[in-house]
């Protein structure tokens, strides 16, 4: 019976483009939303709090090299969006080729175009055409081509990350990266279990390809070359994967106890992590798999409740913009005010005005810009996700 018949005889729905799905069929995790949002937020919190324990020591702060340590593991929340990323996808994947008897990869690259591409170009012209209203702001053309060629990272890892409101794109690059490869390889494997070695394949790659790097980094800029290469952060997407083929069909219901257990653990490996957070050997052999580890513990705090707060489901659902436009409504609150500098109150002020900036910015452009994709991408799917 040829895929046609197949998908006829599911569901007789038929989509314009020839893909097919139904809200009978629809995958949705109401609680991945939560840890989405908790991923940005940790990102909001990296770039908004001091990294260095003597900056509150001189402030009289109590708990400085605690607040350092948070504030530098913050980055790790790009590792939640990753190991969040890889696990969906691969689960949808997977569900589709159960269902229908292939991946329709042409169907899936027309999917992530229409979810990713709008905002994350939209993102990279304000990140263009900034610098002509303020100098201060360098977003050179080298770096425009390279975002622009959905390969920002490895221009940043090569040479470092411009002087952008825009720098936090050079994760979605990196994301579609991963989707222009992955589902190939899910529609081709016959076993599951050669995914979940493809996964561990992944995790030697990146513990060789950053101990490479390691020796090429002491020479050059700093560690945001490890950190924004691509073989070096394919940890959590490892993780997401196996944790996907290891947990199909299965039900997880895990005891509130474990729960927290998994979220207050997690996060104080973030917190090692971002404390010992240092280009060296040990680092890159135990710390980088920490990041991921720390990111796995917290996905699993939450994973299988089937339920969250609809206003946190809400901000996960906007988390894209959230993330994409969060240091441009700190730029421009930061003008507003007039900076910061040495006021705690005004930084109590700039933060809180900073966030709520972002929230209106993300929701507004959830609305009335990415909605219409988003319903457009809805006549691609063959297994229906989070609805719009």
């Given at each position: 019976m040829?895929?046609?018949?197949v998908?006829?005889n599911k569901n007789n729905?038929?989509?314009?483009d020839?893909?097919?799905a139904?809200a ?7 609680e991945?939303?939560c840890l989405?949002?908790f991923a ?6 990296y770039?908004?709090f ?7 020591a001189a402030?009289h ?5 605690f607040?350092?340590s948070?504030?530098?593991?913050g ?10 990323s890889?696990?969906l996808?691969t689960?949808?994947l ?7 008897g292939?991946?329709?990869?042409k169907?899936f ?11 994350y170009f939209?993102?990279?012209?304000i990140?263009a055409v900034?610098?002509?209203v ?6 050179p053309?080298r770096y ?11 221009m940043?890892?090569l040479v470092?990350?411009?002087?952008s409101?825009m720098n936090?794109l050079?994760?979605v690059?990196?994301?579609?990266q991963?989707?222009?490869i992955w589902?190939?390889?899910?529609a081709?494997a016959r076993?599951?279990?050669t995914v ?5 394949l992944l ?14 980094a ?8 490890i950190f924004?290469n ?6 959590p997407l ?7 083929v290891?947990?199909?069909?299965k ?5 509130w106890?474990?729960r927290w257990?998994?979220a207050i653990l997690?996060a104080?490996?973030?917190?090692l992590?971002?404390h010992?957070f240092h280009?060296t050997?040990a680092f890159?052999?135990i710390?980088y798999?920490?990041?991921a580890?720390?990111s796995?513990l917290i996905f699993?705090?939450g ?12 901000l ?25 500098a ?10 809180c005005l900073?966030?709520?900036l972002t929230?209106?910015?993300a ?8 909605s ?7 006549r691609?799917a063959?297994v ?5």
């Amino acid at each position: 019976m040829s895929t046609e018949a197949v998908v006829n005889n599911k569901n007789n729905n038929k989509n314009p483009d020839g893909g097919s799905a139904s809200a009978a069929q629809r995958f949705y995790r109401p609680e991945l939303d939560c840890l989405r949002f908790f991923a940005f937020l940790a990102v909001f919190l990296y770039h908004t709090f001091a990294h260095e324990a003597d900056y509150y020591a001189a402030r009289h702060i109590p708990f400085g090299a605690f607040l350092a340590s948070a504030a530098r593991a913050g980055s790790f929340g790009v590792d939640l969006f990753f190991l969040l990323s890889a696990y969906l996808i691969t689960e949808l994947l997977f569900r589709e080729k159960e269902e229908f008897g292939t991946v329709h990869l042409k169907s899936f690259y027309v999917r992530r175009m229409l979810r990713i591409w709008p905002l994350y170009f939209l993102a990279v012209l304000i990140g263009a055409v900034l610098p002509l209203v303020d100098p201060n702001q360098k977003f050179p053309l080298r770096y425009i081509v390279a975002f622009l060629l959905l390969s920002g990272n490895w221009m940043t890892s090569l040479v470092g990350f411009p002087q952008s409101v825009m720098n936090p794109l050079w994760s979605v690059s990196f994301e579609e990266q991963f989707y222009l490869i992955w589902p190939t390889l899910i529609a081709r494997a016959r076993r599951a279990s050669t995914v979940l070695l493809a996964s561990g394949l992944l995790l030697v790659v990146a513990e060789i390809g950053r101990l490479v790097l390691l020796k090429y980094a002491r020479q050059r800029h700093s560690d945001v070359e490890i950190f924004t290469n691509t073989i070096a952060r394919l940890d959590p997407l490892a993780l997401g994967i196996a944790t996907a083929v290891i947990l199909r069909k299965k039900q997880v219901e895990l005891r509130w106890f474990l729960r927290w257990s998994c979220a207050i653990l997690g996060a104080s490996v973030w917190l090692l992590a971002g404390h010992y957070f240092h280009l060296t050997v040990a680092f890159m052999l135990i710390g980088y798999p920490a990041m991921a580890l720390g990111s796995w513990l917290i996905f699993m705090s939450g994973f299988g409740l089937g339920v969250a707060p609809g206003w946190l489901r809400y901000l996960g659902k906007i988390s894209y913009g959230l993330y994409v436009f969060h240091m441009l409504a700190l730029y421009l609150v930061s003008k507003l005010i007039g900076g910061y500098a040495g006021s705690l109150g005004k930084f109590v002020i700039y933060w809180c005005l900073g966030l709520a900036l972002t929230l209106v910015m993300a929701a507004l452009s959830y609305r009335f810009f990415e909605s219409p994709f988003l319903r457009l991408k809805e006549r691609f799917a063959f297994v229906r996700s989070r609805p719009v």
